[in-house]
């Protein structure tokens, strides 16, 4: 049964928003799976699978429903992929999943580590939209949603940073990316970049950083 914790008012908005609860399982192996993950990409050695959020990184699942989206990242352990697989045995899956009627939905303590982008997973908040590419098309209830969520996360966590999946490299060689394997990558072009800039026109009041311009050494 969904539960409906808290409402959020957008200061610069009047627009309020429920955040619902939809928790992804999260058992003994599913926290073995994400300490080991932590440890083997990142060096970092924890007793508890957590983060201290820097940065928010949009997303589409290509997946035409919220059900069968939250139904692929509900196991603990990846199903198929075999293009990440070989990298850790961790489901994919996202602190927070957006309906394409603008509904949000938290599957994840916000500052317990999912694993949904490369290098950045120890730092990233993770925000997930239904749908996305040509075929399905972001609407305009889900970039209200995102726009209001960037804004709530960056006014409770010290976030720097609001980007697209498909930027995610641009963070090679800056202090946040840690990832250990130079082979291991992936091409993305989520949410679109028309997409990411309506969303940055749209926080602009929150001073975020620019994304770093990688160096020719980088």
Known sequence: MFLVLLLYGMQSCSVSRAIID???????????????YLSDRYGIEQQEPVIVPKMIVLHWTVIPTFQKSFETFYPATLPARPDIKSASALNVSSQFMVDRDGTIYRLLPETTMARHVIGLNHCAIGVENVGGAEAQPLTKAQLKANVWLVDYLAKKYAIEYVIGHY?????EGHPLWLEKDD??????????KSFMQQVRKRVEHLNLKPIPIKTAHQ
């Open 167 to 171: 930027e995610y490299t641009s963070f």
């Open 22 to 36: 939809k928790p992804l399982l999260f058992d003994e192996e599913r926290k073995t799976l994400s300490l080991k």
């Open 183 to 192: 082979a291991y990558r992936t091409k993305k072009t989520d949410p679109g």
